[in-house]
């Protein structure tokens, strides 16, 4: 895509947001894919989810230990048979009716997308620019940072509160005149809740013209209330999901959001609809099978429970600080002087690939909890390395 695929109107718009015509070519590329990809996509996906060490317990990308619901293959598989057809019988229709169903909105304020980068990405085009910033917590997911970063747009981070909650009228402090507030719950690194009474308030308090967007990713995990009614009956509020977390669908590439259809129109007026229409069919039909599953999501969230308080419980034992989590994650902190990457480097030797370290947090590695096989192989190399 290049500017001048998009419309005079919009890059105009554009303008009007002081964004220059330099920025307006890379918004273009951005929603366009191809070549920048390899500037900012590719790194930010390096930095937050190493490559895979083959044959290795994989507990450092945040991935479900187990695959799609049985249900959900059971669709994906039927549907494939009839590959042929761009929709067989009306897929985006039936999924945008099961989110609506459990979550209780709208159908027309729900959104499917090829994963969550895209409307990221479009979320903060569409209501940052080089006059109206981004604001968020610090650490939290880096994917707006990096699209901010590429566009020229200035981004205040604000860090977490002691109990690890994002400090929601520091990050109104910190730019009263932000164009996007971003809100991670359950935080990632951390796997830490905000409120939603915090959220409640971010809202009640910003700019009327600026938009809260509230990243549900790892939602399912923690069980706990929503901002999804918030997003389906206000025009200010985005709550963004994701397959790739508890419905184990990372490859599979399906996220949704749920907003205001005044927001989509001005979040599509770029390229049209384009990329939400470019969806495989198979994980559409994977999730619309899966998110009815309520007694089988409810028994998978109980499962890393009990496997995450059971390494927690290790942690203690062995005098090792962490951050309690309710989500599929959790920072351990090794202590001062010590370096995460040589500790990555150690559990890596010994066949376990963990995750890497936030700049707020610099003596800390971010652990997905994997199955109970992978977390008890976990701690036997804990207590290995820790015995070295």
């Not at 450092?60 to 187990?66: A, I, V």
């Not at 997911?141 to 020229?152: F, I």
């Not at 002691?162 to 932000?178: E, G, S």
């Not at 959220?199 to 706990?224: Q, R």
């Amino acid at each position: 895509m290049t500017t001048a695929q998009i419309d005079r109107e919009s890059r105009q718009e554009l303008e009007s947001r002081g964004y220059s015509r330099r920025q307006i070519g890379r918004i273009a590329a951005l929603l366009g894919a191809g070549a920048v990809m390899t500037q900012v996509a590719r790194p930010a996906f390096a930095q937050q989810s190493a490559k895979a060490m083959v044959g290795a317990v994989r507990i450092g990308s945040n991935e479900c230990w187990t695959g799609p619901f049985p249900a959900g293959v059971e669709a994906a598989a039927k549907i494939a048979a009839v590959g042929n057809w761009y929709e067989p019988d009306d897929e985006h229709a039936k999924l945008t009716a099961a989110v609506a169903q459990v979550e209780g909105v709208p159908a027309e304020c729900v959104m499917a997308w090829p994963g969550s980068s895209d409307p990221l990405n479009r979320s903060v085009i569409t209501f940052c620019s080089p006059e109206r910033g981004l604001v968020t917590a610090n650490p939290t997911y880096e994917q707006s940072w990096a699209t901010a970063a590429w566009l020229g747009v200035k981004p205040d981070r604000v860090p977490l509160t002691k109990d690890y909650r994002h400090d929601v009228k520091a990050m109104l402090a910190a730019n009263p005149k932000a164009g996007l507030y971003y809100i991670c719950s359950p935080n990632n690194p951390t796997g830490t809740l905000t409120p939603i009474e915090d959220i409640e308030w971010l809202i009640a308090n910003k700019p009327a013209d600026s938009v809260v967007l509230v990243d549900e990713a790892y939602i399912h995990f923690a069980g706990t209330p929503s901002a999804a009614k918030l997003a389906g009956t206000r025009n200010d509020v985005i709550v963004m999901r994701t397959f790739s977390k508890l419905f184990g669908m990372a490859g599979m590439r399906l996220g949704l959001t749920i907003a205001h259809p005044d927001l989509y129109k001005k979040m599509m007026r770029y390229d049209g609809q384009q990329v939400s229409f470019m969806l495989p069919m198979t994980a559409v039909a994977c999730g619309t099978a899966s998110l009815v599953l309520a007694d089988q999501i409810a028994a998978r969230r109980d499962q890393m429970n009990a496997v995450r308080e059971e390494t927690f419980a290790h942690l203690k034992k062995r005098k090792i600080p962490y951050i309690p989590s309710h989500a599929n994650m959790f920072m351990v902190d090794w202590g001062k002087g010590k370096n995460p990457k040589d500790m990555q480097a150690k559990f890596g030797a010994e066949g376990i690939q963990i995750g890497r370290s936030w700049d707020a947090y610099p003596t800390m590695s971010r652990v997905t909890v994997g199955s109970a096989e992978d977390m008890q192989k976990f701690r036997v190399a804990l207590d290995k390395i820790l015995m070295g």
